[in-house]
Structures are given as C-alpha cells and as structure tokens.
C-alpha cells in the first residue's frame, strides 16, 4: 500500500463544475499538506498549503484536510479550461528527523480536463 | 517573488558527454532540492541541500554529481548518462526542511534527453 493515493483519473468536466480532488494516505506522521498544479512540460506550481484540519480558501480554490480520516481535498469552483492540468497532492511529517527531514510524499496525480 | 529559475530548458546529450543543469532561487531560501520526473509520474527526490551542506542523497548513481556553491545556487552535473535517466529535472527550494518551513517552491525544470 502507497503511503498516499490519488485517484489519477483522468477527470473531465464542463465549464464552470466544481471539481473535486482527494489524496488519503496512512501516515500519521503527516501534518502538512500541499496542492500543486502542473501543466504539461512545466514545474509544479504550489497552490495551497495547510497545516490543520478544517478548510482553507484562496479565490476559487478551497483546501480541506481531515486528520481523523487521512483524507485531503481541493475543490476549484467555478473551473475554467485553464485550470486543465495534473493536481499533486504531497505531504510531509512533523519535525521529521533523520533522513526524511524535507521529503515530500506525492500522489500520483490526478489528470483534469475542463472543457468548454 | 516566489520564483526558482533553472537553465537549460532543454537538453539533448549523449551517453558520453558531460553537461550541468543549474538551478537558481533569490527568496533566502536555505533548503535546495533536486527532483527527476517521468512522464505521468509524481516527481522523485533525488538530492537536499541544506545551508550548502548535502542532507539527503536518495541513492542516486554517481553519475548525478550535486553541486551547491552558495545558498543561492545548485548545479547537477551529469556525466556518463544513460538513455532511461532522459526525464524533466526539477529544482526546488525552500526556508527549511522541517513543519511549515518545507514549503517547497518548484523551477520550471530541464526537459534532458540522452541518446
């Protein structure tokens, strides 16, 4: 079993859907959270960052983390086809020590299609 | 300014040459990352530096010689590469490797092909 798993899709949906992205993992290690976006052939762009369950907002983005049930979430609202791109989840351990100190665990990535 | 520029964008290599990827970031940043991605895979940790010292070293084969020369540089030098080790290569950086500190801010990356 992966430490953390996201669906990779691919997930298609109209203009305007609100979309919803989900990663679980099993590490109970994990006390931080990040979303990051990733067109084709380019970097990943880090669009949110959370550190304790509830949600956090950021224009059309909201980031949702339930520690009890290792479940994270990204809704985008109002989707547009720029927002058409692979969505890593990644996560990483409190006051890490030894050889994880600064490890990101990824998801697989989840591939979105917004289309007109 | 949360950018991290990397030079090349792209670059083509044979299995004999020698060549470096640079990676550069001017947000303070005393963390620096290395990371090679596949195609449809998440990126995989390859190296980390902190305040210049190597931290971690994922086991990578001694043909990836990190380089970090000041707290704003990284460099990868490749040399002897080999056609599966054709992948985007990415920098990143951050304040530091632990809790809210390892919040890691991603180049556009090198797109390397080896013939």
């Known amino acids: 079993q992966k430490e953390v798993e996201q669906d990779p899709g691919p997930l298609s949906v109209p203009e305007g859907a609100i979309v919803s992205l989900n990663c679980t993992y099993s590490?109970?290690?994990?006390?931080?959270f990040m979303w990051y976006r990733q067109y084709s052939r380019k970097g990943p762009e880090l669009l949110m960052y959370t550190y304790s369950s509830g949600n956090k907002e950021d224009g059309r983005f909201t980031a949702q983390v339930d520690k009890s049930s290792k479940y994270i979430s990204l809704f985008i609202r109002d989707s547009q086809p720029s927002d058409s791109a692979t969505y890593l989840c990644?996560?990483?351990?409190?006051?890490?020590?030894?050889?994880?100190?600064?490890?990101?665990?990824f998801g697989q990535g989840t591939i979105l299609t917004v289309h007109p | 300014d949360t950018e991290v520029t990397q030079t090349p964008k792209h670059l083509v290599m044979g299995m004999t040459n020698k060549k470096s990827l640079k990676c550069e970031q001017h947000m303070g940043h005393r963390a620096m990352y290395w990371y090679k991605q596949k195609a449809k895979k998440p990126p995989e940790l390859m190296f980390v530096y902190s305040y210049e010292k190597l931290s971690i070293n994922e086991s990578v084969p001694s043909r990836f010689s990190p380089e970090c020369p000041n707290s704003s540089l990284l460099n990868l030098h490749l040399h002897a590469l080999q056609p599966e080790d054709s992948a985007l290569y990415l920098c990143?950086?951050?304040?530091?490797?632990?809790?809210?500190?390892?919040?890691?801010?991603f180049g556009p990356g090198t797109r390397l092909t080896v013939l």
């Open positions: 990143a950086s951050s304040q530091g490797l632990t809790g809210p500190y390892n919040e890691q801010f």
């Open positions: 590490n109970s290690a994990f006390q931080y």
């Open positions: 990644a996560m990483s351990a409190e006051n890490a020590g030894g050889t994880s100190y600064g490890k990101l665990t």
